[in-house]
């Protein structure tokens, strides 16, 4: 069974300084994973996916984030938060071993960017 | 922006009723996804569809059913509304295995 865990509920940052939400996950055989970002009484916006290849993946909004196999993790990171990045940010996972199955979320982390 | 409409957006609604929700997308993809969103535990999926009349029942599938009789349709039923289902409903859909696009969401209180 695939799960994804995001363990910070709230994540506190200044504006300026780096960000980071952290993801691990578990699959069975090989993750593809998915980073979105929620703001208020919103849908759900897609920002990044890890496929295969480069570690290193670059999103929109200047987010990108890092796989480590492992580490079974994918955290999110942005070099300067904005205000305006504070939203609900949701990983998910899908097990490549698993067919084309429904992605599964995390519960996702609420990032409050402070001026 | 992916096109996709969910219908209503609101609805308050009494214990013992029945609720239909709609998701339409004009993308003609052929996966869609019924998803819940409650505080605490984020989203989890209801039910799914990979084609026409092709469904399948996801984590929380108590208390719904699906229907999908054309590409851009897929219907979600509560038969008999509870209190436990006031949630933000929210539809997806994807062709393959990538990404998925969501609608706005649809905010259902039952009283």
């Known amino acids: 069974a695939q799960s994804v865990a995001q363990p910070e509920d709230q994540v506190n940052v200044a504006e300026g300084n780096p960000l980071t939400v952290k993801c691990t996950y578990s699959?069975?055989?090989?993750?593809?994973l998915f980073w979105y970002v929620q703001y208020p009484n919103r849908g759900l916006q897609f920002l990044l996916k890890y496929i295969t290849g480069d570690n290193l993946v670059k999103g929109s909004y200047g987010f990108e984030a890092e796989f480590n196999k492992s580490q079974t993790s994918f955290h999110l990171k942005k070099p300067s938060a904005l205000v305006s990045d504070s939203a609900l940010y949701f990983c998910a996972v899908r097990d490549t071993n698993s067919g084309n199955t429904p992605l599964v979320f995390g519960k996702g982390t609420r990032l409050s960017v402070i001026a | 922006d992916a096109g996709i409409t969910q219908s209503p957006r609101h609805k308050v609604t009494e214990t013992g009723t029945p609720v239909t929700l709609r998701c339409h997308q004009t993308?003609?993809?052929?996966?869609m996804y019924w998803y819940r969103q409650d505080p605490g535990h984020g989203l989890r999926l209801i039910h799914y569809s990979y084609g026409v009349k092709d469904t399948d029942k996801g984590e929380v599938s108590d208390g719904y059913s699906v229907s999908r009789s054309k590409t851009e349709d897929f219907l979600l039923t509560l038969e008999s509304a509870t209190s436990s289902q006031t949630s933000v409903y929210f539809c997806?859909?994807?062709?393959?295995?990538?990404?998925?696009?969501f609608g706005e969401g649809s905010r259902l209180t039952v009283l």
């Open positions: 993308e003609n993809h052929r996966y």
């Open positions: 997806a859909i994807t062709e393959g295995s990538g990404e998925l696009f």
């Open positions: 699959v069975s055989g090989n993750p593809y």
